[in-house]
């Protein structure tokens, strides 16, 4: 038997017994795994979760997860890219749909908050990315930079028109990925509150902070009607008498 990178397979029988990579069923095994792996890291930690454990949920021996992924990192840094690869196409989408800054926004956030939920399931998945090494870690921060990008160009461009109040659209954007990156902490599944709900209610928040406030409209007091002298002379004011017992 000889061990190739990726897992063990035998001379001659490799290519019959691997499954084809650019297949249907392929593809879905490994969406199956990634979904597996996010539940079992999800329960008990990144490190805390062993590729013999993913293989047995799946009901699959250890050397058959090598046929599709190299080893625990290499699922890592899939469930990255899968997450990534949703979250950036949905954002271009927003950005070519959606011409106003507040709109754009609240949907970017929406979208967000579904991803971090149903590819990270709330987990602390989406902070392992100092656990990825070397050029996988450049990699997924590459793309990350490129979603932080697309979000802080939306903040400024709502700056720039006047639809949200002047700020730094960079730290405008870390607060929004701060708030939902920090879900990991806190969400629960079945904990009473969708991920629609939650979306919903986190743009609700950022959007209205950072929408300019328009001063309100000044109440002035309301007009004196002239005064009619009861004198026929110009200039004088009229004579006030009282009488006892009334106002002065």
Known sequence: MQVLEGGPFVTGDARRTRPDQNGPKYRAKRDQILDTAVAAFRHQGYAGTSTQDIARALHMTKGSLYYYFRDKEDILFSCHERALDHLLAGARAVRRRRRDPEGALRELIERHVGIMVHEFRGSALALEVATLNGSRHDHIVRRRDQYEGILRTVVDQGVRSGAFRPVDPRLAA?????????????????????????????????????QRRRAPARVGRPPVPPSVPLSGRRGRAPSRRTTRGGPP
Do not use: K, P, Q
């Open 174 to 210: 870390f607060a929004v990925l701060g708030a939902i990156n920090w879900m990991a902490r806190w969400y629960r599944e079945g904990g009473g509150r969708s991920a629609e709900e939650i979306g919903r209610t986190f743009a609700d928040l950022f959007v209205r902070s950072l």
